[in-house]
RNA sequence: AGGGCAUUGGUGUAAUCGGUAGCACGACAGAUUCUGAUUCUGUUAGUCGGGGUUCGAGUCCCUGAUGCCCUGCCA
């Protein structure tokens, strides 16, 4: 049997392609946007309006095509929907620049590693509001073909005209007037001599539509505001169903993805640029069509919907985001506890680990909600995999080994310490990162006086607890094995103030003593982490935790109605958690680490943001807060504990 | 109420023409472990309901239920 040779541009494995996949794949082989098989013809958008910061959910979209052009070989483009001048703001779009780069995007025309402010930092981005000009031309066409015009009555006539979810609308009285008219009017609405709201400029579509999208939608409404890119030269803007095609048609994108919720507007997007190529002649596939004086058929792009990515415990809402920052019930657009991009980045969380989160559940069009378990889990398994390790005590309690100073009987350590020097520093090794040899390891002081976790001794602890308390031996991680021989506490608060102990020199190391006389080798059940009082660095780190306490924030509970009885009317934010942050402002981190270097912010990472593992607690990473005197360090996501 | 879309273990997601319901996360159990982490092994549990067509239905037909979206001069 003869073995099919293998094509190299052959599509992937079909395993597990998600619907859009499909579409394009098919279109892709119908050769629908170019010559059948060429799949570099696939053209993408990310199209966010700048009006606020980006959210978990964008990171899907923006992936999504970012992802689906990557896997054609197409091209993806980066586009700013800025068709409303009351709403957005030039702040807006650099932060999502910004944001768009950290997620590791690449659109057409991008130059990399772009300081922000710099031209090369908008390289390649487009603008809706550049296209103004085509887009007045193509509404002037239609006007004169008789499917727009411009209607002078104020909004809420045109609501009450359009109609109920069962009922037919009424056509405007202003529906037959003559082009001229209309195009007269256009045009003065466009320079400026027509106030707010006082007419628009409507598609002549069906008054009966069930779809009241198509009840003669407004094209464009007069806006006399200054716009952050086009100043005054506009006092006319469109509306997103009329522009967001166009957009799309002279980008040459070919698969225009949004959300679900336009499901309902694709038929308007349709029909915008049908009724522009009405009358420019056949489809070009005859080549020398479009002989009419309007110019030849636009591009027609395919919308497709998929479920916007909803995730369990956190909310999205713009409207909601900003409450929580204008409250002050948050520290701000990138507070960690946020699901905001610049939230998750200042968390420690890493653009790879979101990437696969987002894409973890593929496209589709069922309204899922997503655990946030899932998006812990992406960071821990790569922070697991990159996050060199060290030891932070978060909340200290001090530990002295009462036998520091008696000699032992053994072999020399190499240090040349004399064992009966109570003040004498062991420096023991630590490895930087288990799952990576490459990270090698680093010098940890060993000395007398140490600090341990508070939770991590019991005055009468259980059977089951694998830590310290009264007569129990455990191992100090990369030190020494000590046995709990006493405790002290304040008398007023109860408060474990010192632990005492004995160590054994055998177990240096952390490692097992040797077996007794009878080869019987002792064991112990727990490792606990330590740091040297007097070399450790004291730090701040603060402890996020999830900002709700219900998966589902935005859903009044059934009782909702009797709750608001003391406070007033229920809120989402009744469903905050009130300790989604803790800090600990007495931490104490080993001295060293990272091959012995002094912590402090550097590039190891590509962001340029610190990660590390605190060992026994969890991911953290460096704040931006951080000053060479205190560190603070927030915690991305704790590591798995089956103990409670 | 009119229109549109959707529904597969606890969660998310696969299943070619109608042909063994698979994967991941979680949970649970065990093994390994100088992190109660990691890793490994195993267990758990599912086609929204009711009819129908068929040798055979997650898939096709009928019907019902539930959820989401649409009455901005927002996107």
């Not at 402890?543 to 306490?549: E, G, M, P, S, Y």
């Not at 007495?586 to 550097?602: I, N």
């Amino acid at each position: 049997m003869a073995e099919t040779p293998q094509n190299v541009d052959a599509p992937p494995p079909a395993e597990h392609r998600h619907f859009i996949q499909k579409i394009i794949d098919e279109h892709v082989a119908a050769g629908r946007w170019g010559a059948p098989g060429d799949r570099s013809v696939v053209r993408t958008r990310f199209p966010p309006e700048p009006n606020g910061y980006l959210h978990i959910g964008h990171a899907k979209s923006i992936h999504l095509n970012h992802g689906l052009a990557q896997e054609f070989g197409g091209a993806f483009v980066l586009r700013f929907d800025d068709t409303n001048p009351v709403k957005e703001e030039q702040e807006y779009v650099d932060s999502i620049i910004a944001d768009a780069r950290w997620l590791g995007v690449r659109w057409e025309g991008m130059v990399e590693n772009a300081e922000p402010g710099t031209p090369d930092f908008y390289a390649g981005v487009r603008f809706a509001s550049d296209y103004f000009p085509a887009m007045y031309a193509f509404a002037i066409e239609l006007v004169g073909k008789g499917l727009a015009y411009v209607d002078e009555q104020d909004a809420d006539a045109i609501r009450t005209q359009r109609g109920t979810l069962t009922e037919p609308g009424t056509p405007s009285p202003f529906r037959d007037r003559p082009a001229e008219e209309s195009l007269d009017l256009l045009e003065r609405m466009k320079n400026g001599e027509i106030a707010d709201g006082a007419m628009v400029l409507r598609a002549k579509i069906d008054m009966a539509s069930p779809n009241l999208n198509l009840r003669d939608p407004v094209m464009y409404r007069v806006v006399n505001k200054p716009h952050h890119r086009t100043g005054d030269d506009w006092h006319i803007y469109p509306m997103y169903d009329w522009a967001h095609g166009l957009e799309d048609s002279i980008e040459g994108i070919t698969n225009s993805i949004c959300t679900l919720e336009f499901e309902a507007h694709r038929p308007l997007y349709d029909w915008f640029i049908d009724a522009i190529n009405r009358g420019r002649g056949e489809t070009n596939a005859r080549g020398s069509g479009g002989g009419s004086s309007h110019g030849p058929p636009i591009h027609h792009p395919q919308q497709t919907e998929f479920a916007r990515l909803s995730v369990d415990y956190t909310i999205t809402s713009k409207r909601k985001l900003l409450q929580l920052v204008e409250e002050r019930r948050v520290r701000g657009w990138d507070d960690p506890r946020l699901p905001t991009v610049s939230g998750l980045r200042r968390g420690g969380y890493t653009p790879e680990s979101i990437r696969a989160f987002v894409m973890e559940g593929g496209a589709t069009k069922f309204n899922a909600a997503v655990d946030v378990g899932k998006l812990e889990n992406a960071v821990r398994s790569h922070l697991n995999q990159a996050a060199p390790r060290c030891m932070c005590v978060l909340d200290p309690v001090r530990l002295v080994i009462e036998n520091w100073n008696e000699t032992a009987d053994r072999p020399g350590d190499g240090t040349g310490n004399s064992t009966d020097d109570p003040d004498r520093v062991e420096w023991m090794d630590a490895v930087n990162n288990p799952e990576d040899a490459s990270a090698g390891t680093r010098r940890v002081p060993f000395s007398r006086e140490l600090y341990v976790e508070r939770v991590d001794f019991m005055e009468d602890p259980p059977k089951k607890f694998f830590r310290l308390g009264p007569g129990r031996e455990v191992r100090l991680r990369y030190g020494f094995w000590v046995t709990c021989t006493g405790y002290e506490k304040d008398p007023e608060t109860g408060e474990v103030t010192l632990i005492r102990a004995t160590y054994d020199p055998e177990t240096r190391g952390g490692d097992n003593p040797p077996p007794d006389a009878d080869g019987k080798v002792r064991k112990v059940k727990g490792t606990i982490h330590w740091v040297s009082a007097e070399h450790a660095v004291p730090c701040e780190v603060r402890l996020f935790d999830r900002l709700f306490r219900v998966p589902k924030p935005e859903k009044p509970p059934k009782d909702a109605e009797a709750q608001a009885d003391a406070d007033g009317e229920w809120s989402f934010l009744d469903n905050l958690n009130p300790d989604s942050l803790t800090i600990r402002e007495g931490a104490l981190l080993e001295p060293e680490w990272h091959g012995g270097r002094q912590v402090l912010p550097s590039a190891h990472w590509p962001d340029g943001i610190e990660r590390v593992q605190f060992e026994r607690h969890g991911y953290f990473c460096l704040d931006a807060d951080s000053t060479p005197e205190k560190l603070v360090w927030n915690r991305t996501v704790g590591l798995r504990d089956s103990w409670k």
